[in-house]
Every structure is written in structure tokens, then in C-alpha cells.
């Protein structure tokens, strides 16, 4: 971990112990930090703008109720971004709208013939990402969107690495399938399970 990170997590910590005794200040800091990147993550995961406001600011009322009872086990941004991952879940079972579909379903793609259309593929990861289970694309968007390390996905999902890992080269199977090659968007993992 870089010297860069090592001091935002160390103020991260700060700013949560602070909001834990009651310091508003302290918590309108790690609202303001967080609050961009808890909505990035919920729109890539719920698309609808008036749940995913609602979704961020529970996470972040729930972050203030519950900063006194951070027990240091995680970094502050993965106890964080667990507690939106788990309120996006929430929002997703009540709005029904990310069940799982079953692979036979996925339309079948010939491969590109050209970097061209091998790179513009905006739409073919939307299709593919509608057909993973949540667990799954909860991996996928902390990975590779959000940049956290299976070990760190496996705190926020509470969940193993090796479950991760799973998840992941799963959710690449259904990749290939949509995009009809094996150049797909998602690179595989160092000791991603098969």
C-alpha cells in the first residue's frame, strides 16, 4: 500500500472515530468524501435515480449510527462501501429487478472483426452485467470499477477471497457468452478459482 493511501486511511479512521464521539464536522468530511463514491457505485448497480439517493443516504445515516461501533478489522472505506453494497442489495430485492437470469438465456455473439468494434462494447457489458447474480456483480463492480483486492470484496461481502474469486470467474464465464470471444472486459485474477 502507497504512502498516499496509507494516509487517507489513516484519516479515514480519524474522521470515523470523530464521528463515533458525536463530531459532526468530522462526520460532514466522510459524508463528503464518501458520498461520490458510494453513488457512483450504487448507480452502476440500481440505474434509478431516486433509489440510489435514497440508498446512499442510508448507507451514510447508517455509517453515522454505527461509526462508534468500527472495530478497526477492515480499512474505513471497506466497512463503508460494505454497508452500501448490503443497502443496494436491499434496494435490488425490493425492487425485484436484478434476479437472476439463467445463462441459457444470453444471446449468443460472433466475435469482433475489428479493434473497433472489439472496444466499443458499452452496451455488451450492460447486457452481460443484467444477467449476474447480485453477489456476482457486486464482485465485478468492486474489482474492476472500485479497484479493491479479492481479500478486501471478501470483507465488504463478508464473504471468503476464494468466494470471491468464484464469483468473478463465473461472472467471466457469462461475459464470454455474451461477447462471444474470450477478450472480454474483465482480466482474470492471479489464483482465480476455475
Not at 120 to 143: F, G, K, T
Request: aromatic share 8%; net charge neutral.
Amino acid at each position: 500500500m502507497n504512502s498516499q493511501v496509507q494516509k487517507q486511511d489513516q484519516l479515514d479512521l480519524q474522521l470515523l472515530q470523530a464521528s463515533g464521539a458525536g463530531d459532526k464536522q468530522a462526520f460532514s468530511a466522510l459524508y463528503r468524501r464518501y458520498y461520490p463514491l458510494l453513488t457512483r457505485f450504487a448507480y452502476r448497480y440500481l440505474k434509478q435515480l431516486d433509489v440510489i439517493e435514497e440508498v446512499v443516504n442510508d448507507s451514510l445515516l447508517t455509517t453515522w449510527q454505527k461509526a462508534g461501533d468500527f472495530r478497526g478489522e477492515s480499512r474505513v472505506s471497506t466497512w463503508i462501501m460494505g454497508i452500501g453494497m448490503r443497502k443496494c442489495w436491499e434496494a435490488a430485492r425490493k425492487l425485484e429487478k436484478h434476479a437472476s437470469q439463467d445463462l441459457d438465456s444470453v444471446p449468443e455473439q460472433e466475435a469482433p472483426a475489428n479493434d473497433m468494434e472489439r472496444w466499443d462494447n458499452r452496451q455488451q457489458i450492460e447486457q452481460a452485467m443484467q444477467h449476474l447474480s447480485p453477489e456476482q456483480r457486486s464482485c465485478v463492480e468492486l474489482a474492476y470499477q472500485s479497484g479493491y483486492t479479492c481479500e478486501e470484496i471478501g470483507q465488504i461481502m463478508e464473504c471468503p477471497a476464494n468466494t470471491v474469486k468464484t464469483r468473478l470467474f463465473h461472472a467471466r464465464k457469462i461475459f464470454r457468452k455474451v461477447f462471444g470471444h474470450e477478450n472480454v472486459p474483465i482480466p482474470s485474477i492471479k489464483g482465480e478459482t476455475p
